[in-house]
């Protein structure tokens, strides 16, 4: 991220309410500095963790693993059937992440050609899905995912009236795991560049980036600051923010 899109972004978190969405786990996700921090709320481990001023929220986390445990075979099975169809010829690390999903990081060089294919034709009918960023391959359960965990934040803000209930959500991100929060905001973009890109994915509600590389994170942020414009609403209760954005990283 370049100098002016940091500082653009600390100035857009200053007026609105802004949501960090990762793949990171807890641990991870606190390693970072992100612009215009620390926020309130945070999603993290695809969803799996909502964070209240920096803490988990355990009955969030409750709910997640019980739809998980719900819907499909659980994380040990898929990460038994991981093993058999990987090699550590091209596997230099196998983590499970929280006990919510797994992902791999691989020697790109030495990664089979049909790998993906083959791993995600096993995974879909079982309710899980893959995607490859950069050198990590990741493997995660089909309920697992940030727009639930958004639209949970929301709910508060809105219950708590810190939110107007017609407030707009934005969304950003670059990976297959942040499809279905583009999808689901009002509005999305993403960069030209990134798994999304390589996939040739969009939406009707999802807007492209002209430039790619760094260089995007100045056009995403100004995309933010432009739309938040054209949504304007009167004062709620005393709150650090005021309008709803969810920027996606993964």
């Not at 010829?89 to 990081?105: G, P, R």
Request: net charge neutral; with cysteine; glycine share 6%.
């Amino acid at each position: 991220m370049t100098d002016t899109a940091m500082h653009a972004l600390t100035d857009f978190a200053a007026q609105h309410i802004v949501v960090p969405a990762t793949t990171r786990t807890v641990a991870q996700y606190r390693r970072l500095s992100l612009p215009g921090g620390p926020y309130p709320f945070a999603v993290t481990s695809n969803g799996g963790s909502i964070l209240i001023d920096g803490e988990p929220d355990d009955r969030w986390n409750s709910t997640v693993r019980a739809r998980i445990r719900a819907d499909g075979p659980g994380i040990d099975v898929i990460a038994a059937a991981m093993r058999e169809q990987t090699s550590d010829e091209w596997v230099k690390t196998f983590k499970m992440a929280e006990e919510l999903f797994c992902y791999l990081v691989i020697d790109e060089a030495r990664l089979p050609a049909d790998f993906m294919a083959t791993w995600a034709s096993w995974c879909t009918p079982r309710g899980w899905r893959v995607s490859r960023q950069g050198r990590k391959i990741y493997t995660v359960p089909h309920s697992l995912c940030k727009s639930r965990a958004v639209a949970e934040i929301r709910h508060r803000l809105t219950e708590s009236g810190q939110l107007h209930t017609d407030a707009p959500l934005f969304a950003a991100g670059d990976g297959a795991l942040d499809a279905e929060l583009l999808s689901y905001a009002d509005a999305s973009i993403r960069p030209a560049h990134g798994e999304l890109h390589s996939l040739g994915w969009t939406s009707e509600r999802t807007t492209v980036t002209k430039a790619s590389g760094a260089s995007a994170a100045d056009e995403i942020v100004a995309w933010l600051h432009q739309s938040a414009e054209h949504t304007r609403f009167p004062p709620l209760k005393k709150a650090p923010h005021q309008s709803p954005i969810t920027k996606g990283t993964a």
